[in-house]
């Protein structure tokens, strides 16, 4: 299911990977949906109310928020895109 999230090579990026993972399963219950494009299952729209952000679940995946842009590995968005689409 997370083969396509890096694999973290210090302690201090399993435990940020870790903590991503936590928020990103209370997303669902906190009203945020992953919609998938119409043209592709491999690219998600992340609504969260106030703001929104599109994932891509490609070979390399990325996300259009600002954790992804500042870490460039894996953000919230990213863990619960792939959670969803594994639904």
Excluded: W
């Amino acid at each position: 299911m997370y083969n396509l999230i890096p694999e973290p090579k210090t302690f201090a990026e399993a435990d940020r990977q870790s903590k991503l993972l936590e928020r990103a399963s209370a997303m669902a219950s906190k009203g945020y949906k992953a919609v998938p494009f119409a043209t592709s299952n491999e690219a998600y729209y992340i609504d969260g109310g106030r703001e929104g952000y599109v994932v891509y679940l490609l070979d390399k995946p990325r996300c259009s928020c600002p954790d992804f842009a500042r870490h460039g590995d894996c953000c919230k968005h990213l863990f619960f895109a792939i959670q969803e689409r594994s639904r």
